[in-house]
């Protein structure tokens, strides 16, 4: 009975493994040092991960609209895309090491979006993006529950960026240029100029610009502190604390204690020490001294 048991194990055993192998076997690191490597690593099937071996620039576009995981080991070098970035269908380009190179992409065709994020579960990680014209193309866009997030700078000769139906997100890491005559940003069908934020913000340290289900969030980089917020109230013989929080980002601007209140404030409280006593009405003196020789 025993041995029957295990042989059945054995066998579900190995059933689950034949099962299991051919999903793993799909991701793999793909090692590229050109442009036709690296279309080539993007067309492969898998979650795979793609580590460039130099830098690389790449003239084409990227097009990716079935729902695979691409992670890019950029391995401290720059991958410059000359074209725009399509993302569809829940497709992934993730940087786990955003600090390790830079993947920059750059696009100046006319009427075009340079990076573009669209459909649940995309998503779309790049240190810069620059639209390069004036010629009606836009920076960024995320729509119907993309996401993009930017560790650099967008700048845009025309259009900002938009994120557009479904909580679609976009975070900018660095700064956000843009002509005067257009709109900072774009979230649903509503468009906001830089001072059009939201408070209190949803992350630290980021501006929010949300029409309450699609949400930009730029860095905040001018800091406006506020009011003192106690945070610990002093006792008499404790230090308290307090600090300013930046206005638009509550980012910490500036903390400090709070001298404790000392034992001469107790002048018209309650004091329970001869110390209290001896100390309040020394006060006493010397204020009825000045007040004497001061007529
Ligand atoms: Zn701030």
């Keep these: 009975m025993k041995k029957a048991l295990s042989v059945l194990l054995t066998a579900a055993l190995s059933l689950g493994l034949l099962v299991l192998a051919p999903i793993t076997a799909h991701a793999a690191t793909i090692e590229v040092a050109n442009a036709t490597q690296l279309a ?20 084409d576009s990227i097009y990716i609209d079935t729902a695979k ?36 992409v750059s696009c100046g065709n006319y009427d075009t979006i340079t990076v573009v994020v669209s459909g649940a579960g995309s998503k ?3 240190t810069n993006v620059n639209y390069t014209t004036a010629d009606g193309g836009d920076a960024a866009c995320a729509d119907w529950g993309g996401e993009i997030i ?33 709109p900072y940003i774009t979230v649903g069908m509503t468009q906001k100029n830089a001072t059009g934020y ?4 949803t992350k630290t340290g980021y501006r929010t610009y949300t029409d309450g289900t699609d949400t930009v969030w730029v860095k905040c980089n001018a800091h406006t502190p506020g009011d ?17 929080e930046c206005t638009a980002c509550k980012y910490v601007t500036d903390t400090q204690a709070i ?14 020490t001869w110390l209290d006593n001896f100390g309040n009405w020394l006060l006493v003196i010397f204020c009825f001294g000045w007040i004497w020789m001061a007529f």
């Design 69 to 104: 995981t691409i992670t890019l080991d950029l391995n401290g070098k720059t991958l410059s895309v000359n074209n725009c970035v399509a993302l569809y269908g829940g497709a992934k380009l993730l940087l786990p090491n955003p600090a390790s190179g830079q993947f920059n």
């Design 259 to 272: 001298p404790a209140t000392g034992k001469f404030i107790k002048l018209w409280g309650k004091t329970t």
């Design 124 to 126: 779309l990680e790049v």
């Design 150 to 182: 930017v560790y650099g700078n967008v700048t845009s000769g025309r259009n900002s960026v938009a994120a557009q139906f479904d909580g679609s997100k976009i975070t900018i890491n660095g700064t956000l240029t843009v002509p005067a005559d257009r």
């Design 228 to 244: 003192w917020i106690v945070d610990t109230q002093p006792t008499a013989t404790a230090a308290g604390s307090k600090h300013k």
């Design 40 to 59: 080539d690593a993007l067309n492969a099937a898998g979650n795979n991960t793609i580590r460039l071996t130099a830098n690389i620039i790449y003239d």
């Design 198 to 201: 939201t408070t209190p913000t």
